[in-house]
């Protein structure tokens, strides 16, 4: 079973800013990652599958990075609409789990 | 459009038995796998199991084999996730979600419900 550790646990950002959430597995996974976002009251919502491709009408200043074991999201420039939790998921290897997700606050 | 409607919110007791659902509509239900996700109160997302609605073949996580069952009725178009025996600390909000792509096991999920929570409390 492949655990997804994702860090930091909390990041604490202005709107504007660039925001950095990563997540690496316990074995590779090659590039058979999503990011998902998750706001509260509201089902996760996919955002980048197999490590880069943006899902279908996600913003550009979301984007992805990564391959094997250590993965990168990146948000450009923070809207207000973008703090949120954020969680990683595996495809690569039986359960397809997720990490344990990064909050993403205010500052 | 593509939907997945769970049913309502579920207050139970204890060894109680359950059964909550998931309609999907505006694509093909038979051909997507249909997943269900737990969220307990406060934490994160845990993957429970998938089923191909086609023909019922179905896949647990080793953290739920033999603690739910995943079912469906695609005459219906309806997922179905099912405790025979409900405990406290299976108290949370219960998403399913479709498969991204049509084919394998292994996949993200692209179409989420809007989730059904259950509490359960003597």
Redesign the interface.
């Known amino acids: ?1 492949i655990v997804l550790t994702q860090s930091p646990a909390t990041l604490s950002l202005s709107p504007g800013e660039r925001a950095t959430l990563s997540c690496r597995a316990s074995q590779s996974v090659s590039s ?1 990652l ?1 990011w ?1 976002q ?1 706001k509260p009251g509201q ?4 955002l980048i ?1 197999d490590a880069s491709n943006r ?1 279908t009408g996600i913003p550009a200043r979301f984007s992805g990075s990564g391959s094997g074991t250590d993965f990168t999201l990146t948000i450009s420039s923070l809207e207000p609409e973008d703090f949120a939790v954020y ?1 990683c ?1 595996q ?11 990064t909050r993403l606050e205010i500052k | 459009e593509v939907q997945l409607v769970q049913s309502g919110a579920e207050v139970k007791k204890p060894g109680e038995s359950l059964k909550i659902s998931c309609k999907g509509s505006g694509y093909s239900f038979t051909s997507y796998w249909i997943g269900w ?1 737990r969220q307990m109160p406060g934490k ?4 429970m199991g998938i089923i191909y609605p086609g023909d019922s073949d179905t ?1 647990y ?3 739920f084999q033999g603690q739910v069952t995943i079912s469906a009725d695609k005459s219906i178009s309806t997922a179905y996730l099912q405790w025979s025996s409900l405990k406290a600390s299976d108290t949370a909000m219960y ?1 399913c ?1 479709r498969h ?1 792509r049509r084919f394998g ?6 179409y ?4 059904t929570l259950v509490t359960v409390s003597s």
């Open positions: 079973e058979y999503a998902y998750q089902a996760p919502r996919l599958y899902a969680y998921q495809r690569s290897n039986w359960p397809p789990d997720f990490g344990q997700g | 996700v994160g997302l845990e993957w896949r996580s080793p953290s998403y979600a991204f096991e292994l996949d993200y999920f692209d989420w419900g809007q989730g």
